[in-house]
């Protein structure tokens, strides 16, 4: 059975939550503050985190913060903010979806079930990717280039992640935001992806204005070429 801890404060829609979590046979704790939600999070281990934004004594942002120092857990942010900057902000620092309110139950559980999925799938994986002088550690979340830590954002990690586990494998965008989030894909879109393809590149390649290892397939997508 699989545990969500859920940092909302709006009782109703705690109510409603609870009532169909249960339904669906996942054990969930509450929590309605970050005070609460530290609490829990110490003493309990969870397989996602569903996490309002907007709180009495913070942000959601704060918390996930914390927890990706430690922790690869599944995050869902839920809130009724939709500004672009916001979504990105929740993605970079380590969200891995982000549904806005009002919302449909039956997307929030399907969400829910494709995220644990995922998070299974991760777990019985190789621990280790190792190419092109890059190495990543799965289990530790953490990436180095001959040797030295790359300063990654979550969502740069997480692509990387995706294409030295698919080497010399073209992947479409489409291919690339859904296995990455399971977001609306109003923001999250092939603008933004491009984005996150540069900001990867200029980490992880050694002259990022002619990538050798991040490379464009033109009307096709990107691929990770293994030059050694």
């Known amino acids: ?21 249960k339904k669906q046979g996942f054990e969930a704790d509450v929590a309605r503050t970050l005070k609460e939600a530290n609490a829990l999070w110490a003493e309990g281990k969870y397989d996602l985190l569903i996490l309002d934004v907007s709180l009495p004594d913070g942000s959601g ?3 996930c913060e914390r927890v990706r120092q430690v922790s690869r857990v ?13 979504i990105i902000m929740g993605l970079d620092i380590g969200g891995d979806d982000y549904i806005t309110k009002p919302f449909k139950l039956g997307v929030l559980i399907s969400r829910i079930n494709a995220l644990l999925r995922r998070a299974k799938d991760f777990n ?6 190792t190419s092109n002088g890059i190495k990543v550690l799965l289990l530790q979340g953490q990436a180095f280039k001959n040797g030295e830590p790359l300063n990654l954002t979550a969502a740069e990690y997480k692509l990387l992640c995706l294409f030295m586990s698919n080497p010399g494998v073209v992947l479409s965008q489409e291919q690339i935001l859904n296995k990455l989030w399971d977001c609306e894909g109003n923001y999250i879109d092939s603008s933004a992806l491009t984005v996150y393809i540069r900001r990867l590149r200029m980490k992880v390649e050694d002259n990022p204005g002619e990538p050798q290892m991040l490379l464009t397939v033109r009307r096709m997508g990107y691929k990770w070429n293994v030059i050694e």
């Open 1 to 21: 059975m699989s545990s969500i801890l859920l940092l909302e404060d709006d009782l109703s829609l705690i109510n409603g939550l609870s009532f169909a979590f």
């Open 61 to 63: 942002f704060a918390f």
């Open 74 to 86: 599944p995050i869902i942010f839920l809130t009724a903010s939709d500004e672009e900057m916001n």
């Open 124 to 129: 019985s994986s190789d621990t280790e990717l």
